[in-house]
């Protein structure tokens, strides 16, 4: 401001030197940009998309100004954040051009912040991120059970890498679809699905989204990300394919690429198949070593004719099964009492007290053990308590009845598809029966891996050049059965 009272002539000076310091001020400002600018990028900074409008381009300064001077933490002032932010705009640049998300678009970001300012950055001035504390101005507070929006309230849900990141990938993927619009868009990054597998585990828990394109990106870190774009389903059209997904079941395309890494059956049949069994564990490709099971509900392990609890369930898969660091719920079925008292004290453990079987029914069991042994048998878990259904054939042991269940219908009630499902099978010659069960009824495609003991009259152990009088069935036919089983899609291994 001009003093009252100065000479023209100190007037004239001194709009010249306020002048002066608002040219010098103006080109300090932009050589601190052009310094920005080449620091970012001799860092490795990421240059816009070139679909961004130049004008989006010239409100990301603008934005970020106004962050920094709204009091925001000194965390998004930060060199590092600023450079995630720049990443995030160029991804979310083509979305803009695409029309997929606009400047009036209700946007919702789940994986930072960072992304928040860069859709705001973009011209999406409503856009907000969810965090697990409120951060003014950019971030609400919510967590993956329950986002704070309304269902159906939002245009645009960018998941960044927050799937990768969440300890409930099922709940966050089921509330971003939730409060997504029909026809809105969901956009997720992420580390996994870039197998056949992990994609339709992922495409599982968004029954309501159809998956619109996919592309590969660089990540910051030099690592590779898969972007996959999402629109949500107007209802009539998503309840409509839920149900022929259900009423419908296939195996599908990512479970039979999993069978092209599997081990390759036994062909010929094995003099010594307690032998055997401990020599092919070695070579089994379990699914986990050939896939990502992360995007899955729940994780299962289901153990048909389980014996005692160290027979299987803690001797091996405990122990043994590679899980990614998940936690299984284990079902363990068991028809005979014997066993019962053993699972009393195990956690984790869910004991069903009956036979499996194709309907529910009361059946007659034959038990096989060997006189005097009945102890040692009990121990071991081997022997006593064995038990397979009759048939109609004469009995020469004891006899006990016993409830059995279809299986079948119990495994759909128990799981589905967004699950991730082991299955061992070991019941006397039951597979048979059960395995073409779970065919007709669709519950095969609920389970992702099944070790498989298929009964037949295999050369004794006792007696040598004697085959066991137990079974009818011939190797021959246990093979059939097993290769039928992967023709079908279903990653089974042989367990003797």
């Not at 038990?387 to 042991?397: E, F």
Request: aromatic letters at 8%; proline letters at 5%; a neutral charge.
């Amino acid at each position: 401001m001009v003093e009252v009272g100065m000479e023209p002539a100190a007037r004239k000076w001194h709009g010249k030197g306020l002048l002066t310091r608002a040219l010098l001020l103006g080109v300090a400002a932009l050589a601190l940009r052009l310094l920005y600018g080449a620091f970012v990028t001799v860092g490795g900074g990421w240059a816009p998309d070139p679909a961004v409008p130049s004008t989006a381009v010239v409100g990301r300064r603008t934005h970020a100004q106004a962050a920094a001077a709204s009091g925001s933490p000194e965390a998004w002032r930060s060199h590092g954040w600023r450079e995630a932010v720049e990443f995030h705009a160029g991804v979310l640049g083509r979305h803009l051009a695409d029309g997929l998300v606009g400047p009036s678009s209700r946007a919702v970001c789940l994986g930072g912040a960072q992304q928040a300012l860069a859709l705001r950055e973009l011209g999406v001035a409503g856009a907000v991120a969810v965090a697990r504390r409120r951060s003014p101005p950019l971030a609400v507070a919510g967590d993956d059970r329950r986002l704070p929006f309304e269902s159906s309230s939002v245009d645009f849900v960018f998941a960044g890498r927050a799937l990768d990141s969440s300890r409930r990938p099922a709940d966050l993927a089921g509330e971003a679809a939730r409060i997504l619009r029909p026809e809105g868009h969901l956009v997720v990054l992420t580390s996994s699905a870039g197998d056949a597998y992990s994609l339709r585990s992922l495409q599982a828990l968004l029954p309501s989204l159809r998956l619109l394109r996919s592309r590969e990106i660089n990540s910051p870190d030099a690592s590779t990300l898969r972007e996959l774009v999402f629109q949500k389903l107007q209802p009539t059209t998503a309840s409509t394919s839920t149900e022929n997904s259900a009423s419908n079941c296939t195996i599908g395309d990512h479970k039979m690429q999993l069978l092209t890494h599997a081990e390759p059956l036994i062909e010929e049949e094995p003099l010594k198949p307690w032998l055997t069994l401990k020599r092919n564990i070695q070579n089994i490709k379990y699914l986990p070593e050939l896939a990502d099971i992360s995007f899955k509900r729940r994780y299962v392990y289901v153990d048909l004719g389980s014996r005692s609890y160290g027979s299987s369930i803690g001797s091996w898969f405990r122990k043994q099964y590679p899980k990614q660091n998940h936690t299984f719920e284990v079902f363990a079925i068991e028809a005979d009492p014997t066993f019962h008292p053993d699972y009393a004290t195990r956690k984790g453990v869910t004991l069903l007290p009956y036979a499996a079987w194709v309907k529910n029914d009361t059946l007659s069991f034959e038990i096989n053990g060997d006189p005097g042994k009945e102890d040692e048998a009990k121990a071991s878990g081997h022997g006593m308590g064995r038990i397979r259904p009759t048939a109609g054939k004469k009995m020469s042991g004891k006899v006990r009845s016993v409830q059995a269940f279809d299986f079948a219908e119990w495994l759909k009630q128990t799981v589905s598809e967004q699950d991730y499902v082991v299955m061992k099978m070991d019941v006397e010659g039951t597979e048979f029966d059960l395995i073409p069960r779970l065919f007709d009824t669709g519950a095969i495609c609920l389970v992702d891996e099944v070790f498989l003991e298929c009964h037949y009259n295999r050369w004794q152990r006792c007696c040598p050049g004697e085959r066991s009088p137990k079974y009818q069935n011939t190797y021959e036919e246990c093979l059939e059965l097993f290769s039928s089983l992967r023709e079908s899609g279903v990653l089974v291994h042989q367990w003797f």
